[in-house]
């Protein structure tokens, strides 16, 4: 429940934004028997009716702000994440973190949809409900998410034709680089989420379904959680062929292969760790094809640039 001061400064707010934006809307109730009512359930499984597709969106997650940027929508997005990074993205304003942004922003810019997370606080959609502002949750788990989130937010922003042809081309990318490994020995992998303690990706994660695609496979393949701990004595046990490392954002871990264990695997001699960009192969969005590609190319260089 949400204390009194709290409440009287959202029905202000809301007050605000409706004076603000009464004539936008009066047209956006002109124009929604012509563009169609939406209706579809979350990730969350909630049901997200907006009236019509959105005009003014905000994305707390910055793979569905990369998604939007790839159906052309970045026009539509009004606001951001302290995560999101590119060209597109950089000079939006910023309502802080995607689980807990600066209500007081995110509404002053006026979205008639903000994309969130699945597991996002009930207290942020609550306060976005009274002031009127649809939430449509996402999930980022595997490539099937990757997919649905393709599509349905290509309805929310009236660009179903632009999800067609992504979705399609990002199946072509990924089959393009699953038949150039076809027949190659695959060899087993660690992919490294976090090093002290040792984290890694589960075979259920887009990270290691892409790897899959590449042409590697798990050196933990009966693990059913999404981003399990393991131990480092069971890592060197298991000596991976490849160690993949996600670089270059803040949030990475600052990987060193010549730290006890992690020496002693045989994978760090020679070519030691392969490195890739985080902000790449942590985006389970339409880079997704480039991030196969990528791993592909360290897996089995021998096939680089088929």
Known sequence: MLSIAPRLRLA????????????????????????????????????????????????????????????????????????????????????????DPNLEKLASLRPDLVIGWETDKPQLRERLNELGIPVYAVKTEDTTDVFRNIRNLGRLTGRTPAADSLARQLRAELEAVRASVEGLPRPTVFFVVWNDPPMTAGPGTFVMQLIGVAGGKPVFPEVTELWPTVSMEEIVRRQPDVVVVPVGESRTPRFDARSPGWRELKAMRGRGPVLVPANLVNLPGPGVGETARRLRDALHPERAGR
């Open 12 to 99: 202000a707010l809301a007050a605000v934004l409706a004076l603000a934006d009464g004539c936008g809307r009066a047209d956006a109730r002109a124009g929604a028997a012509a563009e169609g009512a939406i209706t579809l359930t979350d990730d969350a499984g909630r049901t997200v009716t907006p009236p019509r597709p959105a005009r003014r969106v905000i994305s707390l997650v910055p793979s569905a702000s990369a998604t939007l940027v790839g159906l052309g929508a970045a026009r539509q997005l009004v606001g951001r994440t302290d995560f999101d990074k590119g060209p597109a993205l950089d000079s939006l304003p910023s309502v802080g973190g995607g689980l």
